[in-house]
């Protein structure tokens, strides 16, 4: 079935630093892809998304572009800040499994000021 | 629109009671999931609806959980003969027509068995 696998944390950084968080998936159709965030104490909030091969989706100075050949979709930002803290979940929607969403474990982030 | 809505936000029950939850999510959003988090997992799928109808439930939904959305509206879970297993939050979300465009969460119901 399908599944997402995403790199295991915490991951701390320093405020300003570059922030990669990788994601992998599996799929057996053509899924949508997205990154979703949950804050300290709050519900998740849909983050990023891309919905076909190649795509780049962005907000608040998050990317991650929709790699097909290596079934990835990297989160990055350039330059994180401390309100950034929070844990970042990878998912995927495929039309196959009814657009029901999984999700990978998650990547608590820590930045440090 | 105020979002998707999750009552009550805390429960606290004894093992063996039955316990129900509450999503109203947004109005003009047909699709309605539910999921299970425990600490430290990322959401694990358990049943959706669209409008009233529903269309899948998981393998983790044992036949003492039971999911409504009557009216194609607000949904209820109930919980039957609760375990200290069944200790988790439970969130809720809701999504247009094409659920590949993202879901909206609600806050979640966080329920522990005691």
């Known amino acids: 079935g399908d599944s997402v696998t995403q790199m295991e944390g915490p991951v701390t950084l320093s405020e300003e630093a570059f922030l990669t968080i990788n994601c992998t998936y599996t799929?057996?159709?053509?899924?949508?892809l997205f990154w979703y965030v949950q804050y300290p104490g709050e519900g998740l909030q849909l983050l990023l998304k891309a919905t076909k091969a190649d795509d780049k989706g962005s907000n608040k100075g998050f990317e991650a572009t929709y790699r097909k050949e290596t079934t990835s979709f990297h989160l990055e930002k350039g330059s994180v800040q401390v309100s950034d803290s929070a844990v970042y979940f990878c998912?995927?929607?495929?039309?196959?499994?009814?657009?029901?969403?999984?999700f990978g474990a998650g990547t608590r982030l820590f930045v440090k000021a | 629109d105020t979002g998707v809505s999750q009552n009550p936000r805390h429960k606290i029950t004894k093992r063996g009671q039955n316990v129900t939850f509450r999503c109203d999510p947004i109005?003009?959003?047909?699709?309605l999931y539910w999921y299970r988090q425990t600490l430290g997992q990322g959401p694990e799928f358990l049943t959706y609806?669209?409008?009233?109808?529903?269309?899948?439930k998981s393998r983790l939904l044992s036949d003492r959980f039971s999911a409504e959305r009557p009216k194609g509206s607000f949904s209820t879970l109930e919980i039957q003969r609760t375990e200290q297993g069944d200790s988790a939050m439970y969130l809720c979300?809701?999504?247009?027509?094409?659920?590949?465009?993202?879901?909206?969460f609600g806050s979640g119901t966080r329920l522990t068995v005691v």
């Open positions: 799929a057996t159709g053509y899924p949508s």
């Open positions: 979300a809701s999504s247009g027509r094409q659920g590949n465009h993202g879901y909206t």
């Open positions: 109005s003009e959003h047909n699709r």
């Open positions: 609806f669209q409008n009233e109808a529903q269309l899948e």
């Open positions: 998912a995927l929607s495929d039309f196959t499994g009814g657009f029901k969403t999984i």
